[in-house]
């Protein structure tokens, strides 16, 4: 029952967070790139930031988003909850290689390379293979009920330790030479904080929009599975 | 105390299972004699870069031979639905992960202490006025190891593909561990005063703690799923 | 599935006309030319010309006195002189985008403005490769929710044989 | 106050449901035999009063105590022969029984278990490694770890599978004995005969509803469901 007024509850608002996601990534679009000036010292290129950090903030965001999620199952032990932690995982494995290949794309021309073991792009690098572990956990799975459980488990584990990581290699990074790159100090003037509020507000309503949507992919996936098996359990659509 | 009888049931019982077949430890251990083998043949003798690259290796290798291990660890509760005997005990699942925890513990310890010797005699390291540093980074960062190994078997071992799986889910969480282990044993190995390279043991003591504290918390959730 | 077709539609035509004013920007504020092209014009009109400062020629800069080198792209050199104060900007071996007139007279071309390399095709390909999956992504999405919806309601839930 | 009560229980595996509102009670002392066709849940229901599987919804008691709050009080009180053996392979028979009680928090003496090894007729293989015991054996085995660990509920899913004429004859002497000590049995079984001798109860569990029964109808029909 609570998994049919859930899916009616997404059905219902859903509409609300698709258009303010559209609206608002539609002017952040216009905004960066055709109104806002480019930067003193990065140039056109700076434009590349209206994009990347929307992705790279949605990713942590969603990963975020996973652990409650995954907590909010091992609490209360819902069907409907586990499908809605495997679509935060699979749009945080989006978000995630999005904001990966954006940075290394605008890696290439400011620091003159691809890819760089700098903190914060090795700590999104663990993220990433974390997640397709978390992914591929999922389809070895048998027992559906065991598997959301260690599912849940393994995205509380990743959640506690992409902290450790990052501090580790943080320090493992400082040892060993000074950080030569580092985001050179962009003083950001307002009129790049415009399309980018925009676009970082845009893409996280987006990212709630796609969850709603993902979530209820999967639950309809597993209950046409279920209907066209056998008895279909109380209450569902 | 009804806890700490579990934790010694638990760990005997896989002390003397193993005592009997030897399957873990001999597989480990020649595994990893495996490994240095490729080793030395992979990089060229150089002793700079040898110095160089020596943690590294080291650590490759027991990380192997974590994988190896540990994950099969859980492999002899699956066999006969042992997990369902534990879920059904009336006593803290933490309890039996210690019991298991302590068990492969003692395994990789066992491993390490064969290995250590061998390397030191096939690359030509001096280590003897490093022995005790050594001693004491690799129980530390082993306990880490086993710690989160222990935990990811529990979880693998009930699915297909557990082979696989275990690598994939372990070493990415792992990375602080062996990052702590390798710049500490470079200090050690490159003859740095103690004090050089004490603040990676105090952080892989922190990271032991807190994987110990935080699998032997979740644990009770993969078995009473 | 009509509306479906049609919301996305509208969505696709909006993006479309940012992307369309993104490039009118483009073609107006950032397109460059070789300095091949601009000698082979001779035009008086503002142009963008990118190249690369010649090594051993940048020069000037001093008290006031205006900066000069060559800028060179496949063989060919335009000679710049340049009276800003963006001199952190400047630097031999360096590839910049002079903004000026060509005095044809003087055989030199006056820049007004000193900007960095555009690198459109890194901004091009970021926005691509980040947005035009996530458009695939959700379309998909969408799609697969509205036609599962139809097939549940369709299905019939399997019944054992008594 | 009945051993075992169970209200309106449900149990889906996300949307499959396997159970739907099933009631059941039996008292002390009491052998109650569940009969059903291959996939009507009798082991999920099973598995649900031996708090291997959450209910979805209902609520069930065991001696009094509520299953899903208090699960550890419960599983102090039972004991479930399932499908698993739950025994290692390379400790002897003698080691899986002192493990298995052990962990429960009860160290036997050789003496009990000499005792119950010899009533289910496996106190000569007390030495052998489990490995080379037979499924009847083994089912022997976790008959000797029932009637030393005595629950006070004692499940038995398919209990007379594998065992030979003599061993159903000592699993049914076992069961009076439980019963006569005031314990209550819960079985599912698809043998008529065996049963008859020992259920005080019967019922049939078809599409999640239970038709309960006497022994005497039980023998008499000609098919159950």
Known sequence: MV????????????????????????????????????????????RIMYVHVPFVQTAMFSYFTLFICSIWYLWKREAVVDNACHAAAGLSLFFTAGGLITGS??????????????????????????????????????????????????????????????FSVEWWRSLHQPLSVSTRGISIASDMMIPLTLMSVGVSILFAYMLMVRTQMLYLEHLLEAKQGRLLSEGAL | MHFFSVVRWIAWKDLLSEYRNRENISSMFFFALNVILIFSFSFSLDPDTLKEIMPGI????????AIIGLGKSFLIEVNNDCMEYFQCLPVPKGAIYLGKFLGNLLFMLTVEVVLFPLFVLFFNLEILDQFLPLL???????????????????????????????????????????????????????????????????????????????SFWIFEFILDY | MNR???????????????????????????????????????????????????????????????????LSKAGTKVPVVFSGDDADILRELKTIVAIGRWQAEKGEFQAAEIALTPNYGFIASAYLLSLVPLVFFLFYMERRVAMLYVMIKEEKVYQAEV | MNAIRGESLSKSFQHYQVLKGVSIEVARGECYALFGPNGA???????????????????????????????????ALIYMIGHG??????????????????VRGWNPTDGEIKKALDQVGIGRFARLRSRYLSA??????????????RPKVLFLDEGYASLDERGVEMMNECIRAFTKAGACVLMTTHDRGPTAEVADRVGVLNRSVLREMTVKEMVAADALF
């Open chain 1, 3 to 46: 998994a049919t007024r859930f899916i009616g509850w997404l059905r219902r608002y859903e509409k609300w967070f698709g258009i303010t996601a559209a609206v608002l990534i539609a002017v952040g679009l216009y905004t960066a790139l055709v109104t806002s000036s480019a930067d003193y010292y990065q140039g056109e290129v700076v």
């Open chain 1, 105 to 166: 794309i605008w890696g290439k021309p400011t620091w003159n390379a691809w890819w760089v073991w700098d903190p914060r792009l090795t700590s999104f690098a663990i993220l990433f293979l974390t997640l397709i572990g978390y992914l591929m956990l999922r389809t070895f799975l048998d027992d559906k009920e065991k598997g959301a459980t260690f599912c849940a488990i393994l995205a509380i584990i990743g959640f506690i330790d992409l902290p450790i990581i990052h």
């Open chain 2, 58 to 65: 080291i650590w490759v290798a027991f990380g192997f031979t």
């Open chain 2, 136 to 214: 004491l980074i690799s129980t530390v960062a082993t306990i880490g190891l086993s710690a989160l190994g222990t935990l990811f078997s529990a979880l693998t071992v009930q699915i297909r593909a557990r082979e696989v799986m275990f690598p994939i889910l372990l070493l990415p969480l792992s990375v602080p561990i062996f990052i702590g282990a390798v710049e500490a044993t470079r200090g050690a190995l490159s003859g740095d005063p103690f004090s050089m390279y004490r603040h990676w043991i105090e952080l892989l003591g922190v990271f032991d703690v807190i994987f110990v504290v935080v």
């Open chain 3, 4 to 70: 479906f077709y049609i919301r996305w539609g509208v969505l696709m035509v909006v993006f479309g006309v940012i992307g369309f004013l993104g490039l009118a920007r483009y073609n107006r504020e950032v397109r460059t030319i070789s300095p091949e092209v601009l000698l082979g014009q001779k035009t008086d009109s503002e142009v963008r010309v990118m190249g690369m400062i010649e090594a051993a020629t940048l020069e000037g800069g001093v008290d006031g006195a205006p900066f000069r080198f060559s």
């Open chain 4, 41 to 75: 849940g009798k082991t999920t229901l099973l598995r649900i009063f031996a708090t291997l599987h959450r209910p979805s919804a209902g609520s069930f008691e065991i001696m009094g105590m509520d299953g899903r709050r208090e699960r550890t009080k419960v599983r």
């Open chain 4, 85 to 102: 053996s739950y025994l290692y392979d390379d400790l002897s028979v003698k080691e899986n029984i002192q493990f298995a009680i052990g």
């Open chain 4, 136 to 149: 009847g054996m083994k089912k022997r085995l976790s008959i000797a770890k029932a009637l030393l660990i």
